[in-house]
């Protein structure tokens, strides 16, 4: 109120609005990207997967699709252990070569298995899924509680991580909407899984984050107490 | 009484802005030192990120130490702006006018700094951001029982409003600075001040929702110290925490420690900026004085009250804290002392016009008090923490490590690097406030005497 | 997109204050591999656990365990709910026994000194090298004739291993060899005299009602303490009527905190309190008429000399009331001989003063008076073990060890060898050992070569020359037959429960069975030993003693009766399956041979050996702590240095005991570091004042002070052994390890004391009060 | 059925203090070791412990023991105050404490009366080989989070999903189920079990000697009663925690010749 302080002359009204909405976005955008970074890198740190379709190279190529597909091999007959307790257990090299003794000549790949079996070695496979030492997932409680069940397809989208598309695909191809399903004991793997048979190179189809986890626990009435998985 | 120093604008704007416009030879290097003990603490910091809260003096029974010491000491000091500006507002005390920026300015700064304190304090500071309401997908929310979700809220907002604060206050003088510079730093003061012209309306607004920021911020203002004092109050299971007085009694000890400290801040204001005594006056520290001595003496209250209680019931292992905190060494001894900084020496001397009227006096005492202060929550946690349990098998003590210490001093160093880059850039005394203040000068009778206005409450 | 997770962590980790924060959270890259096994054994699937039966055989006590293995790895040890010695329960020592098999510093493969004796470098070489060298020194000595000039040292061993290591001893010509720190000698010696018998019988905790132990801490440490605590917990809650028990101690250990009254007695003197107990019972006629003209040569005054008026002051302390430890005997005494079924026991420190013998003989005999030998709740003889595994026959005392050493330094000892004991660490500075190992007589050791057997690099390891490292028993096969038995015969099996460890360190290195050591020894041709093992490999020993049970056609596995099997192997399967073998219709038989001796009516004072300052001395009582025991094999493994102590909670130092009363005269607090002196060298200790310790008495925890043992035991604390007087129990030639006498000074420095209660300026004391008390009256 | 409520119950008559808990419980939980400092800077976390309390003066000197865990309260104070829910109640009556949920603010350690919550000052180590007797169904911690006692909740679950995989209900005192502590136990001063289930011997136990099931008040306990007393009590009763743990009394006896002074 004292004259003689403020010398500033009006601006231009459009000029004023201009600067107005400029201010307006670049502050929203700042706010996203600053959001969504926070999220995506806080999620990020210690959980297994940042973006889907990650497939690792592995030391021996191993096609599930030869095995599933052509052979028709069920996911328990090497995955051993998947049914009995909480790890689904890698094969042992003895377990391929019950097989591969015989089969298989002239296939490098083969010549390498062949080659760790004769020195009696291991094969370090890159791990694709992995849950922190903080979570303790039960192959077998899953196993039976999926085995068995029946569910209606209710939505068909092209997102793999879609539980019930993955099921209803992995049942049937071209199920349809509506349709009730039972799921075959080895069906359930590819709940979590997805189509393993389809993958040259195996890689995570779901974010396995927990949130995926609750969402699925909540979803079949699982419990959803901290002890389920956390202790 | 001192006489009216009728002061022409051109001197207030002179006398004010002579900080931001010139830059004094001390002012670098006191930033840089202060920047030393910023970075030192913060490499403290990450030292002991890195390596776990082992490097700190923390054990079994002593779970909280130096950091939520420093933490509660902060969030006390930040009363002092609201206290200030906001009730001396409302209350309408003439002489809050040339300490009003000060004081806001000081209870951001110490915001921030509590702010950032319980970041050292907890274990794993990279998930600290669980404690707010985001996350959206796992559907685990904050506990809203636990006062460590209110206290974010409330300081939260309490640095919101105190900010908003700031700068409504700030938009005149800015607009002052911006009109006496030029170049970029005209133009960047011209978008800070939002386009004040100090047309009739803006003024109108400007009053407004400083009068409306003002009432709207006491119940935060309550309910902050409230908050961090429920931080201890909730747990039943510690001797000396479990009281119900300590909403009152720690806002009316963060009212002792933060309008001690903008006593100080004021001190060093009139030694450090020439001119600064015709505006920053000592009829101003008579009356922060006289303000003191009762909100000293009601505090002191509270803490005679605090101990009566406990002690009302006789429980054993109260007795067992209370003749910890009071007789043993080193506690009784930093009791001792707090008793005596805190109330027992400044408060007689404030009792004298003549004390209340020095500098370099009013400086050493409010300081006193501040340690005082600083040691009350010392002696409120850690001995109570140290004798938490009737199981005397586990009672403990603690020492605090050089990396606590370097982490607290960072606190104090952010503070002080704080107020002295907002004094190279804003004037830390309100121009448009003062001018106002001119303009409603008045001296009243007061039965045959008449006294300046800035005292007539 | 085109940015792997593996790219964008290091695009991330490219700021420094990040990758601080990250490092907390980032994947461990061993996380990052999923491995293919070359086979898949049944217990080595992810994920699936397993429990294995076992035992400890080489541990006195075999107590039986059951062990949880996961992914081909021992994760847990529990006890054998079946094993009817422990019956489910464990000790802290048998947990723990998962540490030495992961010891980070276990022995890897033979080793061979390279610096000078005790310099403590090794190179490590093949086994067949290092069996090679043994060998061919063992065959250098017998071919010059002086086979005599070897000597085996072990511990205590109740199982086969004893009879092999005995077996190959005495084919070769050489000396077997026991040494144990705290030895129970004089204990098996009165055990002998007064039931015929030197095994340990069982005491009857769970039964009895009313128990009078003279210095055994039998809770905690002494003999079978697992089992006596099992029994303990029966004796004060399981039963109709609440057990009382009365300790006599000169310390206040565990046993004594936890009895229902406890009695001090100087060191030394608790023979003269039980016979006083027994003069208060025979001149009151409180026994039966038969049993007291038996023990008393049908006199009734034969005892009056240890009337309690007459020797109350002779073993209490100074400050106690005189009158009321009169009261305090008559009233135990009728106590005693008033209940159904009393127990006396004694052991620990009273063996172990000079007259140890004499104290235990007739603390022993009291169970004759009061008839409780052979009845429940009382002394319960055990029967003779099966004919298939050696008991412990091997005894030697600690005067036998003064001879050997007198033998080290005349050149009489060339060879050395050294399974599981430690006389380096176990035996008094006093006695000469170290010196003779190092200088001998004229500056240079005369004993060439010393082997030891050492999972890790303990003290007597440290002064080999060449170490051969077994397997640990979770590794091994074994058979034991328990000391103390529950009453009946029992035979323990061990099996390998996981592959060896260091298996995969190839066909030269790692580690090896010692029995199979021993054998494949024995069989060299160029020694020609005459050795009559009753199989090729120790597994093939072993199975040949369960044909003799299974042969015998007694007992049972399990709930099945042996005459029940069909084939050796299913019984073998079954044995393995459970543990253990027992026949529990096997009693002890009376033996018409044994003549029960009659009480000494002479007193019998203790001797102490002298300090420097008479005025001041101390009694000096060293004791087991419940987790480091004696400091042998335990001290290396970090749960148990950790484990707080039952009275001090101190933890990974040596601490000494000492009344908060006279320490505050003396000017010692807690932390303070005292030198503790005997006239044979003086150790220092951080003091731990508390008010239960005895105004004239010392207490110092065993188990620290070593050489070697790996990181967790090197160079911790100080060996209370090292002080100790050279002094003999009397008749049994014993260690009499309490009865040095010392002197004790603040040497100014203090630390504090690692302990788990926190520091409290006064003791603490429990406010609730939580204790029901029952007023008792004189019967 | 309801679900069940765990519990113990521990005889502090029968506790003879020997630490045999301590072990087992760290061997189960993958406790770190504790290193000497972490004694002199009074750290060391153990879930279970042990305290002694002195009576008296030599020669009429007496020592208390008494175990200390997770009391797994029904009002516990450690729950409230966390800020993350890192630690809460479930149905099954246990105390929960989600490692990777919590941030370490030792609220919840100054709530407990008990003092029974341990924090990881430093990142646990396992020198070398000593990693592979870790056990895999515990988690192990990190530094900077809180962590205690249990119940051996990994028991609990595994025992658990084999009843339900073999249809049957689970066994009061299966070997499997009991926490490691009370296996562990020598003497049988620790039982464990389901107070929901009125045939277990724990809430037997609970009905003989605390009387009308609930929490008993034993305010007016003048000390000087019959040995037939009821000798149940909770421990700390006066923080109206209702804790899942209930001690029995040591018995103790006055003789005359203490009863002069």
């Given at each position: 109120m004292i004259p003689g302080d403020f010398q500033f002359s009006k601006p231009p009204k459009n000029k004023l609005i201009l600067l107005g909405v400029l201010g307006s976005i670049g502050f929203i955008v700042f706010a996203v990207i600053a959001l969504i970074a926070t999220f995506h890198i806080s999620s990020w740190i210690d959980k297994p997967i940042v973006f889907a379709g990650e497939a690792p190279d592995q030391p021996i190529e191993f096609?599930?699709?030869?095995?599933?597909?052509?052979?028709?091999?069920?996911?328990?007959?090497?995955?051993?252990?998947?049914?009995?307790?909480?790890?689904?257990?890698i094969p042992a090299v003895n377990l391929c070569m019950s097989c591969h003794t015989q089969l298989g000549d002239g296939s490098t790949e083969i010549e390498k298995l062949r080659e760790i079996h004769a020195k009696k070695d291991v094969i370090q496979w890159t791990r694709v899924h992995r849950m922190p030492d903080h979570v303790r997932f039960i192959h077998e409680a899953h196993v039976k509680r999926f085995s068995g069940t029946r569910l209606v397809v209710e939505k068909i989208t092209d997102s793999t991580n879609q539980i019930r598309l993955t099921e209803a695909k992995t049942i049937k191809a071209g199920a349809k909407i509506g349709e009730t399903l039972d799921i075959a004991a080895s069906g359930t793997c590819s709940i979590c899984h997805g189509d393993v048979s389809k993958m040259h190179k195996v890689e995570q189809v779901r974010t396995l984050k927990m949130s995926d986890c609750v969402d699925c626990h909540r979803e079949n009435d699982a419990p959803t107490d901290c002890t389920t998985c956390h202790y | 009484m001192q006489e009216h120093i009728q002061l022409n604008q051109k001197e207030i704007n002179d006398i004010a802005l002579?900080?931001?416009?010139?830059?004094?030879?001390?002012?670098?290097?006191?930033?840089?030192?202060?920047?030393?003990?910023?970075?030192?603490?913060?490499?403290?910091?990450?030292?002991?990120?890195?390596?776990?809260?082992?490097?700190?003096?923390?054990?079994?029974?002593?779970?909280?130490?130096?950091?939520?010491?420093?933490?509660?000491?902060?969030?006390?000091i930040s009363h002092a702006g609201i206290m200030i500006s906001a009730i001396l507002r409302l209350t309408q005390a003439e002489w809050r006018r040339p300490i009003t920026r000060a004081a806001e300015v000081l209870t951001v700064f110490s915001l921030m700094a509590a702010l950032h304190t319980p970041l050292f304090h907890v274990g794993r500071p990279w998930r600290t951001y669980w404690v707010f309401p985001y996350d959206f997908s796992r559907g685990v929310w904050p506990n809203v029982r636990s006062p460590f979700v209110w206290d974010p809220s409330a300081v939260g907002t309490y640095l919101i409003a105190s900010t908003l604060f700031v700068i409504i206050c700030l938009l005149p003088d800015l607009a002052i600075i911006r009109d006496r510079t030029t170049g970029l730093r005209s133009k960047i003061y011209g978008i800070l001040c939002l386009g004040w012209r100090g047309t009739p309306r803006q003024w109108k607004m400007q009053t407004i929702v400083g009068i409306l920021l003002s009432a709207l911020v006491l119940p935060v203002f309550v309910s902050v110290h409230s908050i961090v004092s429920w931080d201890f109050a909730v747990i039943a299971g510690v001797e000396g925490w479990h009281s119900t007085i300590f909403a009152p009694y720690f806002i009316i000890g963060a009212i002792h420690s933060g309008v001690s400290a903008v006593a100080t801040f004021m001190v060093v204001m009139m030694w450090i900026w020439k001119g600064n005594d015709r505006i920053l006056r000592p009829d101003h520290l008579d009356a922060i004085g006289r303000l003191l001595i009762i909100v000293a003496t009601t505090w002191f209250l509270f803490l005679f009250l605090e101990i009566a209680f406990a002690l009302f019931t006789l429980e054993?292992?109260?007795?067992?804290?209370?003749?910890?905190?009071?007789?043993?060494?080193?506690?009784?001894?930093?009791?001792?002392?707090?008793?005596?900084?805190?109330?027992?020496?400044?408060?007689?001397?404030?009792?004298?016009k003549n004390v209340r009227r020095s500098l370099p006096l009013m400086f050493i005492s409010t300081i006193l008090v501040n340690i005082g202060m600083w040691l009350e929550r010392f002696l409120i946690i850690i001995p109570s923490l140290a004798r938490k349990t009737p199981f005397a098998f586990d009672w403990g003590s603690y020492t605090p490590s050089i990396v606590e210490i370097l982490i607290v001093t960072e606190t104090f160093a952010f503070v002080i690097f704080g107020l002295l880059m907002f004094s190279k850039f804003f004037p830390l005394i309100p121009l448009f406030d003062i001018k106002e203040g001119m303009v409603f000068r008045d001296e009243i009778k007061i039965g045959r005497r008449t006294v300046p206005a800035s005292i007539r409450e | 997109m085109g940015l792997t997770r593996r790219q964008f962590l290091t695009l991330i980790g490219g700021s420094t204050g990040a990758a601080v924060l990250f490092q907390a959270c980032g994947v461990p890259p061993e996380e990052l591999l999923v491995e293919s096994s070359y086979e898949m054994p049944e217990d080595m699937v992810s994920g699936l656990d397993n429990w294995y039966a076992t035992t400890d055989a080489n541990s006195p006590v075999s107590n039986g365990l059951i062990v949880r293995i996961m992914e081909g790895r021992a994760k847990k040890i529990e006890g054998n709910i079946d094993f009817p010695i422990n019956e489910g329960k464990h000790s802290a020592v048998c947990e723990a026994s998962l540490q030495s098999l992961y010891h980070p510093d276990r022995i890897k493969g033979p080793l061979l000194r390279v610096g000078n004796r005790g310099e403590g470098k090794f190179e490590e070489i093949s086994w067949d090298n290092a069996i090679d060298?043994?060998?061919?020194?063992?065959?250098?000595?017998?071919?010059?004739?002086?086979?005599?000039?070897?000597?085996?040292?072990?511990?205590?061993?109740?199982?086969?291993?004893?009879?092999?290591?005995?077996?190959?001893?005495?084919?070769?010509?050489?000396?077997?060899?026991?040494?144990?720190?705290?030895?129970?000698?004089?204990?098996?010696?009165?055990?002998?005299?007064?039931?015929?018998?030197?095994?340990?019988?069982?005491?009857?905790?769970?039964?009895?009602?009313?128990?009078?132990?003279?210095?055994?801490?039998?809770l905690s440490t002494w003999i079978s303490p697992t089992e006596y605590a099992k029994a303990y917990g029966q004796f004060r809650q399981g039963n109709k009527t609440r057990g009382y028990l009365v300790q006599v101690e000169s310390r206040f250990s565990s046993t004594a905190a936890n009895a229902d009254e406890w009695i001090y007695t100087k060191p030394g003197t608790e023979g003269i309190l039980a016979l006083s107990i027994a003069q208060v019972i025979i001149s009151e006629g409180l026994a039966d008429t038969q049993i007291i003209n038996n023990l008393t040569n049908n006199d009734l005054t034969y005892l009056d000399q240890f009337a309690p008026s007459l020797i109350a002051?002779?073993?209490?302390?100074?400050?106690?009331?005189?009158?009321?430890?009169?009261?305090?005997?008559?009233?135990?005494?009728?106590?005693?001989?008033?209940?159904?079924?009393?127990?006396?026991?004694?052991?620990?420190?009273?063996?172990?003063?000079?007259?140890?013998?004499?104290?235990?003989?007739?603390?022993?005999?009291?169970?004759?008076?009061?008839?409780?030998?052979?009845?429940?709740?009382?002394?319960?003889?055990?029967?003779?073990?099966?004919?298939?595994?050696?008991?412990?026959?091997?005894?030697?005392?600690?005067?036998?060890?003064?001879?050997?050493?007198?033998?080290?330094?005349?050149?009489?000892?060339?060879?050395?060898?050294?399974?599981?004991?430690?006389?380096?660490?176990?035996?008094?500075?006093?006695?000469?050992?170290?010196?003779?190992?190092?200088?001998?007589?004229?500056?240079?050791?005369?004993?060439?070569?010393?082997?030891?057997?050492?999972?890790?690099?303990?003290?007597?390891?440290?002064?080999?020359?060449?170490?051969?490292?077994?397997?640990?028993?979770?590794?091994?096969?074994?058979?034991?037959?328990?000391?103390?038995?529950?009453?009946?015969?029992?035979?323990?099996?061990?099996?390998?429960?996981?592959?060896?460890?260091?298996?995969?360190?190839?066909?030269?290195?790692?580690?090896?069975?010692?029995p199979n050591i021993l054998l494949s020894i024995s069989k060299d041709p160029n020694l020609n030993l005459n050795t009559n093992f009753e199989g090729e490999d120790y597994l093939s020993i072993i199975k040949s003693k369960a044909k003799n049970l299974f042969d015998s056609g007694k007992g049972t596995v399990g709930l099945k009766n042996t005459k029940d099997f069909a084939s050796f192997e299913s019984f073998w399967n079954s044995v393995l399956q459970h543990g253990f073998w027992q026949d529990t219709n096997s009693k002890y038989k009376n033996k018409k041979s044994h003549k029960l001796p009659q009480f000494d009516n002479l007193i019998e004072e203790p001797n102490f050996s002298s300090s420097e300052n008479p005025n001041k001395e101390f009694y000096l009582i060293p004791f087991e702590s419940y987790g480091l025991r004696d400091g042998i094999g335990n001290s290396s493994l970090p749960w148990l240095q950790a484990l707080p102590d039952t009275m001090s909670t101190a933890v990974w130092k040596t601490w000494a005991e000492i009344n908060a009363k006279v320490a505050k005269d003396m000017n010692i607090k807690e932390g303070d570091i005292i030198r503790i002196a005997s006239n044979f060298g003086n150790i220092e200790a951080i003091a731990y004042p508390n008010p239960g310790t005895p105004t004239d008495v010392i207490c110092v925890p065993l188990g620290q002070g070593h050489l070697g043992g790996g990181r967790f035991s090197e160079k911790r604390g100080a060996n209370i052994l090292s002080i100790l007087a050279p002094l003999n129990v009397k008749t049994s030639g014993a260690l009499a390890w309490a009865s040095t006498k010392v002197n004790i000074t603040n040497t100014g420095k203090w630390r504090r004391l690692p302990k788990f209660e926190n520091d409290v300026s006064e003791f603490p004391t429990d406010y609730e009060q939580h204790i029901i008390k029952i007023t008792r009256y004189d019967t | 059925m309801a679900n069940p409520s765990w519990g113990m119950v521990i005889d502090n008559d029968k506790c003879t203090g020997c630490n045999a808990c301590v072990i087992a419980c760290q061997s189960e939980n993958n406790i770190p070791i504790n290193e000497e400092d972490h004694f002199t800077q009074r750290r060391p976390i153990q879930w279970i412990r042990i305290e002694r309390y002195w009576e008296g003066e030599f020669p009429n000197v007496k020592a208390r023991f008494i175990p200390v865990l997770c009391q797994h309260c029904a009002d516990a104070p450690c729950e409230p105050v966390c800020p993350v829910y890192a630690t809460y109640h479930n149905d099954q009556g246990l105390n929960v404490q989600v490692y990777n949920r919590c941030i370490g603010t030792r609220f919840c350690a100054n709530g407990c009366p008990y003092q029974v919550r341990h924090f990881n000052f430093w990142e646990p180590e396992w020198p070398d080989s000593l990693e592979n007797q870790l056990n895999p169904d515990v988690t192990v911690r990190t530094r900077g989070i809180m962590e205690k006692c249990t119940f051996c909740v990994q028991r609990i679950q595994r025992t658990k999903r084999e009843s339900e995989k073999n249809n049957t209900s689970i066994k009061d005192g299966d070997r499997q189920l009991n926490p490691a502590c009370v296996n562990g136990c020598a003497t049988d001063a620790l039982v464990f079990g389901d107070f929901n289930n009125p045939e277990s011997k724990v809430s037997k136990m609970k009905k003989k000697e605390l009387g009308h099931g609930g929490h008993g008040d034993h305010s007016d306990h003048d000390g000087h009663k019959e040995h037939d007393e009821k000798r149940g009590y909770h421990l700390l009763e006066e923080y109206g925690t209702h804790p899942s743990v209930v001690y029995l009394k040591k018995v103790d006896y006055e003789s005359k010749t203490v009863e002069k002074h």
């Open positions: 096609p599930h699709t030869i095995h599933v597909q052509e052979l028709g091999l069920d996911c328990t007959f090497c995955h051993t252990n998947v049914t009995k307790g909480a790890s689904a257990s | 002579s900080s931001v416009l010139e830059t004094p030879k001390w002012w670098l290097p006191a930033v840089l030192i202060s920047f030393g003990f910023i970075v030192t603490g913060l490499a403290a910091f990450f030292y002991m990120v890195y390596h776990g809260l082992g490097v700190t003096g923390l054990n079994r029974p002593v779970f909280w130490g130096f950091f939520i010491v420093n933490f509660v000491f902060w969030i006390g054993r292992p109260e007795i067992a804290l209370r003749e910890l905190q009071f007789f043993k060494w080193p506690f009784s001894g930093l009791f001792i002392l707090f008793l005596l900084t805190s109330y027992f020496i400044p408060v007689p001397m404030w009792m004298f | 060298r043994l060998s061919s020194e063992l065959k250098k000595l017998k071919d010059s004739g002086e086979s005599a000039k070897m000597v085996f040292a072990t511990k205590p061993l109740n199982s086969q291993i004893n009879s092999i290591v005995s077996n190959f001893t005495t084919s070769f010509g050489g000396n077997h060899v026991i040494h144990e720190p705290l030895e129970q000698t004089t204990l098996k010696n009165a055990f002998q005299v007064i039931f015929g018998d030197k095994k340990i019988p069982k005491f009857d905790i769970a039964n009895s009602d009313y128990i009078l132990s003279f210095g055994s801490d039998f002051s002779k073993i209490s302390d100074p400050s106690q009331n005189t009158e009321e430890v009169i009261n305090k005997i008559t009233k135990i005494a009728k106590e005693l001989a008033s209940h159904n079924n009393p127990l006396v026991i004694g052991g620990g420190s009273t063996a172990a003063s000079t007259n140890g013998f004499f104290n235990l003989k007739n603390i022993y005999l009291l169970n004759y008076l009061i008839g409780s030998v052979n009845n429940k709740g009382g002394v319960i003889l055990n029967p003779d073990p099966v004919n298939i595994s050696d008991l412990r026959q091997t005894e030697t005392s600690f005067s036998d060890w003064n001879e050997l050493i007198k033998k080290m330094n005349n050149g009489d000892v060339k060879i050395l060898l050294n399974y599981g004991s430690d006389p380096w660490y176990g035996l008094p500075d006093s006695a000469g050992f170290k010196d003779a190992i190092i200088e001998g007589n004229n500056g240079i050791s005369n004993t060439s070569l010393i082997v030891s057997f050492s999972t890790i690099m303990d003290d007597i390891g440290y002064m080999s020359d060449l170490i051969l490292p077994p397997h640990h028993f979770l590794e091994d096969w074994g058979i034991n037959t328990p000391n103390p038995a529950p009453g009946h015969e029992i035979v323990a099996f061990q099996q390998p429960v996981v592959r060896p460890f260091f298996e995969n360190r190839g066909e030269y290195l790692g580690t090896k069975s010692f | -």
